[in-house]
Nanobody, 125 residues
Framework: QVQLVESGGGLAQAGDSLRLSCAAS????????MGWFRQAPGKEREFVATISSNGGSTNYVDSAKGRFTVSRNNNNNRLYLQMNSLQPEDTAVYYCAAGRAILSAARDERAYAYWGQGTQVTVSS
């Protein structure tokens, strides 16, 4: 069973950058599609980005395109989310997830079997 732990969240001002990390243990992530989701206060959890098991394919929510970059290092069992040009609307708890979803289902949180506990990102204007 894969355990996931996010880190790298914190306070930022609009326009700043943050890099989130997700460390996996208890198993390798090599064969899993990985995803980032976020949940803002009072809202449902939403898809942010996903990356295929070999890192060759990525997909983003429209609001993240051009600002966020998802990447992975299967050698050290880690997932990353580089977030640039942060905006107050990016404020949320960010979660990483692992699953065997195909691309067509990769935006659906039900396709992911393993989740981290989340890391808070707060962006002030």
């Amino acid at each position: 069973q894969v355990q996931l732990v996010e880190s790298g969240g914190g306070l930022a001002q609009a326009g700043d950058s943050l890099r989130l990390s997700c460390a996996a243990s208890g198993g390798t992530i090599n064969n899993y599609r990985m995803g980032w989701f976020r949940q803002a206060p009072g809202k449902e959890r939403e898809f942010v980005a996903t990356i295929s098991s070999n890192g060759g394919s990525t997909n983003y929510v429209d609001s993240a395109k051009g600002r966020f970059t998802v990447s992975r290092n299967n050698n050290n069992n880690r997932l990353y989310l580089q977030m640039n040009s942060l905006q107050p609307e990016d404020t949320a708890v960010y979660y990483c997830a692992a699953g065997r979803a195909i691309l067509s289902a990769a935006r659906d949180e039900r396709a992911y079997a393993y989740w981290g506990q989340g890391t808070q990102v707060t962006v002030s204007s």
